[in-house]
Structures are given as structure tokens and as C-alpha cells.
């Protein structure tokens, strides 16, 4: 009922629920977004580990307001985490009041950066080509 209150019934004019995106196609629609709301179950021990839009977001500099991801508490300083609804929904409304600190967008690019094809390669190949 609330994710029809929020993207389905029109209510809100600049909120949007699209249904599946091809792949190809992703990249326009998280350019236009201002944020990424990633809003998954972490009772589900695989929703608990990582979102593989988050990465698309970072690309982009964009905040991502999300649980808590294991694979990205090396990064969470980027993100805004939390299990709290509550607490998560605060953050929201501090960052639609305020905005954020300007560096966290360089931030978030340099990292997506560090995760490129080429970079994670180049890891496998540094790793399978050291001595033992």
C-alpha cells in the first residue's frame, strides 16, 4: 500500500515508479534522478549484502538512500545508510532541506571509478600474474 501511495497513484507529480528498465537504458533514467531511493528487505539475507544499481548512482555522483549494505560499509561515508526508517527518512528530509556537502559527488565518482572493468581486470590479472 505504501509503494502504491508513493509511485502509482499519481499523488506526487516528481516521483516516478518505472516497471523493468533494459540495461542499455538505465543510464538515462539515474542521470535525470536526483537521488536513488534503494528501499530492499534486509530481513532477506541477500538483500542485506548489496544493490547492483548503487553503482550506476555513484558513476553519476548521485546519493543513495538505502539499508545497510555489507559490501559498501568500506564507502559509507557516501551513502546514506540505515536500517531505521525512521532514521533513513530523516536523513531524506535533511538532504531535500539542506543538500549535501559538494565533495561527497567527486567522492562518489572517484570510487565508481576505482570498480571499472578495466581497474577489476587489471586486479585479476595483477593477482594471477604475482609470483607465489
Given at each position: 500500500?505504501?509503494?502504491?501511495?508513493?509511485?502509482?497513484?499519481?499523488?506526487?507529480?516528481n516521483?516516478y515508479?518505472?516497471?523493468?528498465?533494459?540495461?542499455?537504458?538505465?543510464?538515462?533514467?539515474?542521470?535525470?534522478a536526483?537521488?536513488?531511493?534503494?528501499?530492499?528487505?534486509?530481513?532477506?539475507?541477500?538483500?542485506?549484502?548489496?544493490?547492483?544499481?548503487?553503482?550506476?548512482?555513484?558513476?553519476?555522483?548521485?546519493?543513495v538512500?538505502?539499508?545497510?549494505?555489507?559490501?559498501?560499509?568500506?564507502?559509507?561515508?557516501?551513502?546514506y545508510?540505515?536500517?531505521?526508517?525512521?532514521?533513513?527518512?530523516?536523513?531524506?528530509?535533511?538532504?531535500?532541506?539542506?543538500?549535501?556537502?559538494?565533495e561527497?559527488?567527486?567522492?562518489?565518482?572517484?570510487?565508481?571509478?576505482?570498480?571499472?572493468?578495466?581497474?577489476n581486470?587489471?586486479?585479476?590479472?595483477?593477482?594471477?600474474?604475482?609470483?607465489?
Amino acid at each position: 500500500p505504501e509503494a502504491d501511495l508513493l509511485f502509482r497513484s499519481g499523488t506526487f507529480r516528481n516521483i516516478y515508479h518505472h516497471e523493468p528498465v533494459p540495461f542499455k537504458e538505465l543510464g538515462g533514467y539515474i542521470a535525470d534522478a536526483r537521488f536513488c531511493l534503494a528501499p530492499l528487505n534486509v530481513q532477506d539475507p541477500r538483500n542485506a549484502i548489496s544493490h547492483h544499481k548503487i553503482f550506476h548512482y555513484l558513476a553519476l555522483g548521485k546519493p543513495v538512500f538505502s539499508p545497510v549494505f555489507s559490501a559498501y560499509l568500506p564507502i559509507a561515508d557516501l551513502l546514506y545508510m540505515n536500517n531505521d526508517a525512521d532514521a533513513l527518512l530523516a536523513q531524506l528530509a535533511e538532504f531535500l532541506r539542506q543538500g549535501e556537502a559538494p565533495e561527497l559527488t567527486a567522492k562518489r565518482i572517484s570510487f565508481a571509478r576505482t570498480r571499472t572493468y578495466d581497474h577489476n581486470l587489471a586486479a585479476i590479472a595483477n593477482f594471477l600474474l604475482a609470483p607465489k
